[in-house]
């Protein structure tokens, strides 16, 4: 079987090498190469997963980027800014080197988020900025990856008015990025490689990881909830779980190099193993074994209430390195909203879960999702969002208004709700929002937190900031060889979203150094 029809028997797309023609685009798109596809991306079929952990660089490629330089903008999630990573590092195999400066790359991509409207409206902005530096040099190569790329739409869109890009790649695919710009170089045409189903775990993937304290660490890929708002389950496929060997492998390697906390990333991680058919692992169980790794702070994102056990709260509870934070989205606090929002769980099922939750963890930390302005929503479903909100006492929450993606099932129907309401309802609810995150950031005053040092804070070059394990923001002044340990701070003053302190001490264990 050659690579053409390797990629046809997986669904995927054939590298496209003709040019675009001027006329008649409807019938060459469907007929010339084979175009992301919504459709097939939704079903779900019982194949099993196929691991593969012997990724290499093919000998043909290895000095492809001797001499270049590459430039990626990351939009969207952590599991975008994780991707970006692998990109990278692919890259700096074949010979690359990164630039922070876009005019002097060789390679430009552009790694996009679909989950909401104006996600996708800066990266075509973004694209039609990169035309004029096309024209500036005209061997510079132009790609769209990430989630974008999977939406038949987008790539319509691009086909049809950014001909300056030269590569589209989706989420499934990102380890065939030696042999996409091959053909890229060898055609000097476009080249469309996206794959809409996909069932593979491809491991020893390289990596360049943003700075050497906190890392991400996938756990598993894909989303089979299909809430009727998102498209990430289009996107990013069926939910495949890495094995726990693996995992825990990269867990110790992190430790053994100094890292100090780690988040595992998944679109549903509380769906971790769910698709094993030889083994009953769940992501309890998973943390019961990261937890006797020594590195100090162990999160995870994002959850997913409906798959939220009991056994992952009794893990939990045992604390050691397990921060006691926990991102739980609820979205909507009317049961009606969830129906229609098809997240297959009611308000009294969430309250209860957090109930559960505390009482097991007394000292958590809640954080949450919530969308105003669904279709249908009327004032009394949203004070149900807002009673919510104040009963369960979030200390933060990341609040949207809803954007209709194409190919969702929520955007069949009317979008009825008048934008001006929309926007006066995340009004109201922000000011609860910004309430209850001050009077949480309040019960700080005068109390001392552990804070693991990032690195100097974007306002001020003399000042540290780092977080404690409930995510809190905190500032300070000290010295810089404290970057990259935990120290003791005590508050200060508190802000909305972030708090002031002084140094008292670095955790047991560490050189202060000053």
Known sequence: MNEEQR??????????????????????????????SLKDAKKRGKEAVS??????????????????????????????????????????????????????????LLNTCAIRENAENKVFGELGHYKLLKRENPGLLIGVCGCMSQEESVVNKILKTYDQVDMI???????????ILNEAYLSKELVIDVWSKEGDVIENLPKVRK???????????????????????????????????????????LAAQGYKEVTLLGQNVNAYGKDFDDITYRLGDLMEELRKIDIPRIRFTTSHPRDFDDHL????????????????????????????MARKYTREHYIE?????????????????????????TDEQFEETLSLFKEIGYEMAFTYIYSPREGTPAAKIEDNVPMAVKKERLQRLNAVV????????????????????????????????????????????????????????????????????????????QEMGV
């Open 353 to 377: 879960l957090v109930r559960k939750i505390r009482q097991a963890i007394p000292n958590v930390s809640l954080t949450t999702d919530i969308i105003v302005g669904f279709p249908n929503e």
């Open 7 to 36: 990629l046809q028997s997986t669904g995927a797309a054939v590298p496209f090498s003709e040019k675009k023609p001027e006329k008649d685009y409807s019938q060459y798109f469907q007929s010339v190469y084979t175009p992301p």
């Open 313 to 340: 709260i009794s893990v939990l509870a045992q604390g050691g390195n397990l921060v006691d934070h926990i991102h739980l989205p609820v979205q909507s606090g009317s049961t009606a909203m969830l129906k229609i």
């Open 434 to 509: 910004n309430e209850y995150a001050a009077a949480a950031m309040q019960a700080y005053k005068g109390k001392t937190v552990e804070v693991l040092v990032e690195g100097e804070s974007k306002k001020n070059p003399d000042v540290l900031s780092g977080h404690t394990p409930k995510n809190k923001l905190v500032n300070f002044v000290g010295p810089r060889n404290l970057i990259g340990k935990i120290v003791q701070v005590r508050i200060t003053e508190t802000k909305t979203w972030s708090l002031n302190g002084e140094l008292i001490e670095v955790v047991s264990g």
């Open 211 to 253: 700075g050497s304290i906190k890392a991400w660490v996938n756990i598993m890929y894909g989303c089979d909830k299909f809430c009727t708002y998102c498209i990430v389950p289009y996107t990013r496929g069926k939910e495949r779980s890495r094995r726990p060997e693996e995992i825990i492998q990269e867990v110790r390697q």
């Open 51 to 108: 691991y593969f952990n012997d990724f290499k660089i093919d000998p043909r490629f290895e000095k492809m980027g001797d001499g270049r330089k590459f430039f990626i903008r990351t939009f969207g999630c952590q599991m975008n800014e994780h991707d970006t990573e692998v990109i990278a590092g692919i890259l700096m195999q074949l010979g690359y080197e990164s630039t922070d400066l876009v005019k002097e790359a060789d390679v430009v």
């Open 169 to 179: 790649f989706g989420t499934h695919n990102i380890h065939r990025l030696p042999e």
